[in-house]
């Protein structure tokens, strides 16, 4: 068991590592990973099953104990992200089928990656836990709502068919872990501790099935969507960082609000795609793409705070000691 832990641990570290390779592979061997696109709402309810298996009640009194801060994290999420979407969408000019894909992904939930990055970054992990909780559970009435509100000028949406669909491969994974942990309760511990490991794997092969089977579009508008993404993310983290510096959030809640907002459970959005715009196969790409890069900056930024942080204090360390 110790050496399956020390693996899942490589593999978790070396996550972007992971999903640039197998991403590079299916570009070039399409019709090895096209066949997992069949796979995908099932490999997505494993990961939100997992995500269910490691919550707690700890998870949720931290609502209560910093209401104000997962208040701002969670608005921030639903407004913020969505918002920048569509005035991206707008300002590129993009065609219908893309945007409708960057928009999805922007009104998905906070992505479980936020809470590693998170604590990565020396942020307040307890609150980003408590965000992506929190966004996590509204989000079958809150993503297709915000979708069907910005997207349904560039086409017919069926938001009560994505609120199924959210249900089915988001809440009702996650409460079957809740009830799992519940019944077991230490029996599970040990495998709580690989589903991380599970879940990287199902990410990898999500975005892999996704690139494969979108090869040529990928190649048409690759950069563009790339570009879009960047932006998306990026000006999230800095949106996400600036609200809570304006609301004076302690600077280890604006880490974790930044990191939050500005990473997405792009899985859902590759899923929704998947399922709701089958036949527009392009629509998935900017989730997948999106999985792909916040896996690079996401740890870059956390790099970044953790020197920031062991600076700061190694400086204290020097004023105590003279």
């Known amino acids: 068991m110790l050496v399956i832990l020390r693996f ?7 996550f972007a590592l992971w999903v640039i390779l197998f991403a590079g592979i299916a570009m070039l061997v399409p019709e090895a990973f096209v066949w997992l696109k069949t796979y995908i709402t099932w490999m997505l309810g494993i990961i939100m099953f997992g995500m269910g298996m490691t919550m707690t009640l700890a998870d949720f009194k931290s609502v209560l104990q910093s209401p104000k801060a997962v208040f701002i994290g969670v608005v921030a999420q639903f407004v913020v992200m969505p918002a920048l979407a569509y005035l991206l969408c707008k300002l590129f000019q993009l065609p219908a089928e893309i945007a ?4 999805l992904v922007g009104c998905c939930p906070g992505g479980t990656a936020s809470n590693v990055i998170t604590y990565m970054a020396k ?5 980003s836990v408590a965000c992506t909780s929190v966004s996590t559970l509204l989000a079958p009435l809150l993503t297709p709502a915000i979708f069907y509100l910005l997207a349904s000028q560039w086409l017919k949406i069926d938001a009560t ?8 491969v988001v809440l009702v994974p996650i409460l079957l872990g809740l009830m799992t942990r519940a019944v077991l309760k230490q029996k599970v511990e040990q495998y709580i ?9 199902a990410i990898v092969a999500i975005v892999a099935a996704i690139i494969g089977g979108s090869k040529a579009a990928i190649l048409q508008s690759g950069v563009l969507i790339l570009a879009v993404v960047i932006l998306h993310n990026g000006l999230g983290y800095l949106l996400g960082f600036g609200i809570s510096r304006f609301f004076k959030l302690p ?4 880490k974790a609000v930044a990191v939050e907002v500005g990473m997405q459970n792009s899985g859902l959005g590759v899923a929704l795609a998947a399922v709701h715009f089958a036949a527009s196969p392009v629509t998935a790409v900017p ?4 999985s792909l890069w916040h896996n690079i900056s996401g740890p870059a930024l956390a790099t970044y705070w953790a020197a920031k942080a062991d600076k700061l204090k190694n400086k204290q360390n020097k004023i105590v000691e003279e």
Request: glycine fraction near 4%; hydrophobic fraction near 55%; charged fraction near 5%.
């Open 8 to 14: 899942s641990q490589f593999i978790q570290k070396t």
């Open 100 to 103: 409708i894909g960057v928009i």
């Open 123 to 127: 942020g307040n992990t307890a609150l």
């Open 161 to 168: 068919s994505m609120f199924v669909s959210i249900l089915q």
């Open 193 to 201: 501790q690989v589903m991380p490991l599970i879940s990287v794997v």
């Open 251 to 254: 600077y280890a809640d604006c």
């Open 287 to 290: 989730s997948a793409i999106f």
